[in-house]
């Protein structure tokens, strides 16, 4: 069974603290994704990454960095945490195939102060 | 790059009705469109998909048309039930490694 994982399922930060947010696979996917879910907007892709140690910017990636240092293992890092980073933060997982099925964690909401 | 569509943003219908979302996308080089199904408190979860080389596909009560010229799919629901009822997320993607999603349309199945 397909399982994606997500360290928090809520969080609440002040503003200006740094904040980890942590995804974990095991079905060996490739492919992991960060997006964040706002009423109105959809998800928006944050950053994704197709292997290890390699990113790639999404749609909105300024105040946001990522990591990935092992496979099953994707990093969101919030250096600098702000209000307007107050989000459900959603983390995906696929193969590396044309069509692929993305897979989503249960999401972390984020509270920054 | 690629820009997704969908109308309408909510949806009310009798139990029993029919549901249509219809979505339009931009870039003329994708070639895959899933759909996501995303209850209240939960993750979004893929319902159904369609390929750029097929026109439609149906699974049960559930069904995606794709018109590649017009550059739209919809997502069809027959006999809704109040289990139906949740945010419908659409998505575009060339080759799978980057999806864009469109703004999500919350549907409610009246009883």
């Known amino acids: 069974d397909v399982k994606v994982t997500q360290s928090s399922r809520y969080l609440v930060k002040r503003t200006g603290e740094k904040v980890f947010l942590e995804c974990v696979q095991d079905?060996?996917?490739?492919?992991m994704f960060w997006y964040r879910q706002d009423p109105g907007l959809g998800l928006r892709l944050i950053y994704f990454?197709?292997?290890?140690?390699?990113?790639e910017k999404g749609d909105i990636p300024e105040g946001y960095s990522v990591s990935r240092e092992k496979k099953e293992r994707f990093s969101l890092i919030l250096e600098s945490a702000s209000t307007n980073q107050t989000s459900m933060y959603l983390c995906?997982?696929?193969?590396?195939?044309?069509?692929?099925?993305?897979?989503f964690g249960p999401g972390t909401r984020l509270t920054v102060l | 790059g690629e820009n997704v569509e969908q109308h309408p943003s909510t949806l009310s219908v009798q139990e029993g009705d029919s549901a249509v979302i219809k979505c339009t996308y931009s870039?003329?080089?994708?070639?895959?469109f899933p759909w996501y199904k995303q209850e209240l408190g939960k993750r979004p979860q893929l319902i159904i998909d369609?390929?750029?080389?097929?026109g439609e596909k149906k699974d049960q009560r559930i069904a995606v048309t794709l018109n590649k010229t017009a550059k739209h799919f919809s997502l069809h629901i027959t006999e809704t039930q109040p289990e139906d009822s949740a945010v419908y997320f659409c998505?575009?993607?060339?080759?799978?490694?980057?999806?864009?999603f469109g703004p999500g349309t919350r549907l409610s199945v009246l009883p």
């Open positions: 995906a997982s696929s193969w590396p195939g044309p069509t692929d099925t993305q897979y």
């Open positions: 079905m060996d996917h490739e492919n």
């Open positions: 990454s197709y292997d290890v140690k390699m990113k």
């Open positions: 870039d003329s080089a994708s070639n895959y």
């Open positions: 369609i390929r750029s080389n097929v």
């Open positions: 998505a575009a993607s060339n080759y799978g490694q980057n999806f864009v």
